[in-house]
């Protein structure tokens, strides 16, 4: 099982991924119904979990080219973690085991502001797999790359060796600067907890129809050209967003029509994700221009 571990994760590698961790099912048994590697692939015994990380330089500059953090943070990035899982998959299948890649960002789920879940938790599978820990805004930090990185996962039936569980220094010292960016108030001061493999973990509280706002690109600060002030309440409505939309539209008509169309045109993007640009834990850069 080792040495077949070990090919897995150096093909892995070979098709481009910078991390990959293996988690057995298992751990990831505490995950809502719906959510479980089983219910994707009847018998899966594995979850292989890959990485891609973002350069930096897209993140030091984002105030100057938001549209680059788009494309190389997003669209070209969930590609690549695609194309790995589907090479990888089709790895595991000529080996003799059906194996399920999941799909690695969020589509039809981003219509439904109050949701925002995807069909698979793919950092709760990272955490599971050892690549790091979670830091207090709900985003994943690894000790290489911290949180520029992002995740896809494949569930197989093969029976994989599971890495240990990151036990290293903290990655995340709540320094509460996620909370103090975010552009919607989004990131709350209250936490909640969650128990994965075996072990509680503890992070912020969050409105998702406000993070919704910002992933849009319409309030101030988040890489659109919108700019339509966030609604001063604590929790945030879908009218607020429908409303937000139409004074967009009303100030803005052609540029704003443009951005909807970029963000849509080569695959779904995100905007702000100034969470993730201000954290520092386990980055080591030459200079920060945020």
């Known amino acids: 099982m080792e040495d077949f571990s070990t090919r897995v994760k150096n093909k892995a590698l070979e098709y481009g991924a910078d991390l990959v961790g293996i988690t057995s099912v298992d751990r990831l048994k505490t995950a809502p119904k719906g959510f479980r590697p089983e219910d994707y692939?009847?018998?899966?015994?594995?979850?292989?979990?890959?990485?891609?990380?973002?350069?930096?330089?897209?993140?030091?500059?984002?105030?100057?080219?938001?549209?680059?953090?788009?494309?190389?943070?997003?669209?070209?990035?969930?590609?690549?973690?695609?194309?790995?899982?589907?090479?990888?998959?089709?790895?595991?299948?000529?080996?003799?085991?059906?194996?399920?890649?999941?799909?690695?960002?969020?589509?039809?789920?981003?219509?439904?502001?109050?949701?925002?879940?995807?069909?698979?938790?793919?950092?709760?599978?990272?955490?599971?797999?050892?690549?790091?820990?979670?830091?207090?805004?709900?985003?994943?930090?690894?000790?290489?790359?911290?949180?520029?990185?992002?995740?896809?996962?494949?569930?197989?039936?093969?029976?994989?060796?599971?890495?240990?569980?990151?036990?290293?220094?903290?990655?995340?010292?709540?320094?509460?600067?996620?909370?103090?960016?975010?552009?919607?108030?989004?990131?709350?001061?209250?936490?909640?907890?969650?128990?994965?493999?075996?072990?509680?973990?503890?992070?912020?509280?969050?409105?998702?129809?406000a993070c919704f706002y910002s992933i849009l690109g319409l309030a101030p600060g988040t890489g659109g050209i919108a700019n339509i002030k966030p609604p001063n309440k604590e929790k945030f409505s879908t009218r607020d967003i429908t409303r937000a939309r139409a004074k967009a539209i009303l100030k803005h008509r052609e540029q704003y029509i443009y951005q909807v169309f970029a963000q849509f045109v080569e695959d779904w993007a995100d905007f702000c994700g100034r969470c993730l640009h201000i954290c520092d834990k386990g980055v080591q850069r030459s200079r920060r221009r945020i």
Not at 107 to 116: K, N, T
Request: glycine share 6%; with cysteine.
């Open 41 to 209: 692939l009847e018998g899966a015994r594995s979850v292989i979990v890959i990485a891609s990380h973002l350069p930096y330089s897209i993140i030091d500059s984002w105030e100057f080219s938001p549209f680059s953090y788009l494309y190389y943070g997003y669209v070209l990035i969930n590609k690549e973690l695609g194309r790995i899982s589907f090479y990888l998959s089709k790895f595991l299948e000529k080996e003799g085991y059906r194996t399920f890649p999941v799909v690695p960002t969020v589509y039809m789920q981003d219509f439904d502001y109050e949701r925002l879940d995807g069909v698979f938790s793919h950092l709760h599978a990272a955490y599971a797999a050892g690549l790091g820990e979670f830091g207090f805004s709900n985003c994943f930090i690894t000790p290489q790359y911290g949180t520029r990185v992002r995740f896809c996962s494949i569930i197989t039936e093969a029976e994989l060796k599971p890495d240990k569980i990151y036990e290293g220094e903290p990655l995340c010292d709540r320094c509460m600067e996620c909370y103090k960016i975010c552009p919607t108030r989004a990131i709350k001061k209250e936490t909640r907890k969650c128990v994965v493999a075996d072990r509680e973990i503890e992070y912020a509280k969050y409105d998702k129809v």
